[in-house]
């Protein structure tokens, strides 16, 4: 078989968008050296950030860092997204989301918006989730890639490219991308059983996972994972003030049921059931024409606990209160199929297709309909709520060639033509789910809600990468894309690196960029409810939004500037020290609360903004208004990204490799865009909107590791620092409260040790010594508590970037045969 489709290196580098048939080079998963709590580069062949072939991650010009799987592996919890994020300083992983989001948990590059991080499989763009993150917070109107349906042992190694990409790679890639190289193995059995929980109960999770290599013919293999997962519910809320109301409990003397008083459990992780397979494959016709093909799928079944009801809100039905329940049942596939070779001699080319899908039905369980049990004498007590359905097919076909220019080395010429079809809907809800108000806790989506919505682009690309003199590198990309509804977008980007001696060199990039809205900011649309409030999520080109100053979405604009140094002083040491800047306009953001009644400040644009939207809010609540995205700021992005690796041979004593990884990064919002005179006295972005974009992520992280290994045993040691963090949070739009979450270190520990050739057990902690965030403001909670508000119940700020679970504690068997 042609040795390209055997090495997983070269499979990655011919499947990259834009590159063609590269020399066979060395199989990554023998080159990469995993060291503790940092990305492995050392030796490692990347295809992301680059189209010339054969280029190693210490050689590149770009700062790219290197996940190895067995450093996805030893972070503990079978979960992708949390494997990336304890690596990789500058990727920070969503711990708690409201509402549905709690059931999606997403990710962010850089403090910048999920959506603003483009993630790959095998260089191929993957489809974003159609499960939109609405409610505020620092991941709002996150809709980007959902990791966790692509099963860790279903992978190779990832690269993570922090660096403008528009150019190369089209929207998303203001911050960077997620590269997910598949493994490509023609032979073998691998895989592992986990289970743990958190010391302070829930969270109790179980994981089963397999992969298989085989040859189903000659010059073919197939690679086939597949994983179950079980993850339970937690719970970290305190006591809903409303259940230890003496005049409550005196009307309501059934309140003091099993249980009593923690009765509203919404603060804590959801539960779900995961089961994803995934296939990569590929087939050599001759020595210069090859068909490949991966694809994964995936099926989620998960519920949220949401707010406490009171017995007094349908005692027909509850006469002990009710513990009403968000359920969601997931389906999502993605499949890609390609070819590519050589013609005449010099041109290589790639045509590939990609498709994927994701739908997600929406539930409510342990509910009523208090409206429709009014005037009909009944209700369900579950609903089918609506489903979210977003499908995105991408084609592109790609040709290089080297060009021979009498430089130091041969310069590429790449060149590429894309087409991409984005689709998102919303399904309405059964009847009863939407009838007046709606199903309690989370109202089905009206027909006003529901709606299909489609949009194309084509692109074309072009790259040049040149070596010009001994040591200097210099790449060239420019983009062309046109908007089926935005019109044209025209980005550039020049990276360059100059080696000043062997173990030395600078880089550093100019680039510009841009990101369409997702459909689904720009035409989602629902009412969110508790048991006091009902906020209608306006969709920004809705009749309504007009009445509040808002007309629609544009496309964010980019610019990114880097500039870094690379040290290997020695064979065993490497740093990588850069500094960034990125200024977004027109940044697509989530508004602040925007009262129509119950506020201390309310807008009657609001209340006409709600009622030509159509909606009919809970009678009983006792604020109510709207939500809305828009391009309301300017925001800039200045950082500093440090990784060093150092591996030591200490003979009889062992092997240690240390590393640290650190990130800063301050946001600031530069200019607010638009404040329309429809809202006054309010504003669009209140304290806590401004807070969720500049300071609700740390500045400061720093990842200090160190793996040690001696014969059949390993210890894997992580220091975790995780700067303070903080937003304003207000009851009612008037006052406002500073949560904080101080410097926090969170240590990490596995041992693992090697039965015999096929076995490993390990058994380890993701914070050990379990650490809790900062409480809520006491002055906040005091304040909810007097008013008898639900919200008392959430003691951890959401925000928290190490969560509010503490100590998870696990084991595992891993095999390989």
């Given at each position: ?19 063609a ?39 590149s ?26 690596n ?11 509402d ?171 539960q ?7 296939l ?20 989620k ?24 329940k968000?359920?969601m ?77 009498g ?28 009838y ?41 990309a ?90 290997n ?30 506020g ?46 150092v ?66 045993w ?49 058994a ?52 390989k045969?």
């Open positions: 078989m042609h040795k390209a489709i055997l090495t997983s290196g070269a499979t990655a580098m011919l499947l990259h968008t834009g590159l048939l590269a020399e066979p080079v060395a199989d990554p998963q023998t080159e990469v050296v995993g060291a503790a709590g940092a990305p492995a580069t050392v030796g490692a062949v990347i295809v992301t950030g680059t189209r010339a072939s054969g280029l190693k991650a210490e050689n010009a770009s700062p790219i860092q290197v996940l190895d799987a067995a450093s996805l592996q030893r972070t503990g919890q079978p979960d992708l997204i949390q494997a990336i994020a304890q990789i300083p500058s990727f920070t992983a969503q711990a708690f989301g409201g549905t989001a709690n059931l999606t948990l997403s990710a962010r590059l850089r403090g910048l918006s999920p959506n603003n991080t483009l993630v790959l499989v095998n260089g191929k763009r993957r489809h974003g989730t159609a499960n939109l993150a609405v409610l505020g917070g620092p991941y709002q109107g996150g809709a980007a890639a959902d990791l966790n349906y692509i099963p860790v042992a279903a992978i190779d190694h990832i690269e993570v490219l922090q660096d403008g990409a528009a150019a190369q790679y089209g929207t998303d890639a203001i911050a960077g991308v997620v590269n997910i190289i598949l493994k490509s193995n023609n032979q073998g059995l691998s895989g592992n059983v986990n289970g743990g929980r958190y010391g302070d109960g829930g969270g109790n999770t179980g994981d089963g996972t397999a992969n298989i290599g085989f040859t189903p013919v000659a010059n073919a293999f197939v690679s086939l994972t597949a994983e179950s997962r079980y993850h339970g519910y937690s719970d970290r809320g305190g006591i809903d003030p409303r259940v230890l109301d003496p005049a409550n409990l005196a009307s309501q003397p059934l309140l003091q049921v099993p249980g009593y008083p923690y009765l509203n459990k919404i603060s804590g992780d959801a779900y059931h995961l089961h994803t397979l995934a990569n494959a590929g087939y050599d016709i001759d020595d210069d024409t090859a068909l490949y093909a991966f694809a994964t799928a995936g099926r079944h998960a519920r949220a606990h949401e707010n406490y009801r009171m017995p007094s809100r349908l005692p027909a039905v509850y006469p002990l209160g009710f513990d009403p968000e359920t049942k997931e389906t999502d596939y993605a499949a890609t199929a390609g070819a590519r070779g050589k013609i005449g001699g010099a041109w290589q080319w790639e045509l590939s297709t990609t498709y994927g899908r994701d739908e997600a039905k929406i539930g409510v369980e342990d509910s009523a309909n208090v409206s429709l049990y009014k005037d009909t004498g009944a209700t369900p007590t579950s609903f089918a709520a609506g489903e979210f359905v977003a499908s995105q097919w991408t084609n592109n076909f790609d040709v290089s060639r080297e060009v021979q220019m430089w130091d080395k041969p310069s590429t010429l790449a060149l590429g033509l894309e087409h991409r079809v984005d689709r998102y809907e919303i399904v309405a809800g059964d009847p009863a789910s939407r007046k108000e709606g199903s309690q806790s989370y109202p089905g989506f009206s027909l006003t809600d529901a709606g299909k919505y489609s949009r194309n682009n084509k692109a074309v690309y072009a790259n040049f990468i040149s070596f010009p003199m001994s040591g200097l590198t210099v790449d060239l420019a983009r062309y894309e046109h908007f089926s509804d935005f019109g044209n977008a025209k980005v550039g980007k020049l990276t360059s690196r100059y080696d000043v001696t062997p173990t030395f060199a600078v880089r550093g990039t100019y680039s510009n960029g841009f990101r369409a809205p997702t459909l689904a900011e720009q035409y989602y649309s629902a009412t969110n409810v508790s048991p006091t409030s009902a906020f209608v999520q306006l969709a920004p080109n809705s009749a309504g939004a007009r009445l509040v100053g808002i007309d629609g979405l544009k496309p964010e604009a980019s610019t990114n500037l880097s500039a870094g140094l690379v040290l002083p020695a064979s065993n040491v490497s740093v990588t020290l850069d500094a960034y800047q990125i200024k977004i306009r027109d940044r697509i953001v989530g508004s602040g609360a925007l009262y129509g009644s119950g201390a400040v309310n807008s009657p644009a609001v209340v006409a903004a709600i009622l030509a939207n159509g909606n009919v809010l809970d009678p009983t609540v006792s604020e109510t208004g709207i939500n809305i995205f828009s391009n309301a700021v300017n925001t800039r992005s200045c950082g500093v990204e440090l990784v060093a690796t591996n030591s041979n200490y003979g009889d004593l062992g092997r240690v490799d240390w590393s640290l990884a650190a990130n800063y990064n301050q946001v600031r919002v530069t200019k607010i865009n638009q404040a329309p005179a429809q809202l006054v006295p309010q504003s669009l972005l209140d304290k806590t909107a401004i807070s969720n974009l500049e300071t609700a992520s740390p500045r400061t992280r720093v990842n200090l590791g160190a793996l040690w290994s001696l014969g059949p390993t210890v894997n040691l992580r220091e975790a620092i995780y700067g303070k963090a903080y937003n304003y949070e207000s009851p009612d739009g008037g006052t406002y409260f500073k949560n904080e979450v101080k410097t926090t270190a969170i240590t990490d520990l596995e041992l693992s040790y090697k039965v015999n050739n096929h076995w490993t057990i390990s380890g902690a993701n914070n050990l010594f379990n650490q809790y965030p900062d409480q809520v403001n006491a002055d906040l909670l005091a304040t909810y508590r007097a008013d008898l508000n639900n919200a008392a119940v959430t003691l951890y700020p959401s925000f928290s970037p190490f969560g509010i679970n503490g100590g998870y504690y696990y084991a595992r068997a891993s095999f045969f």
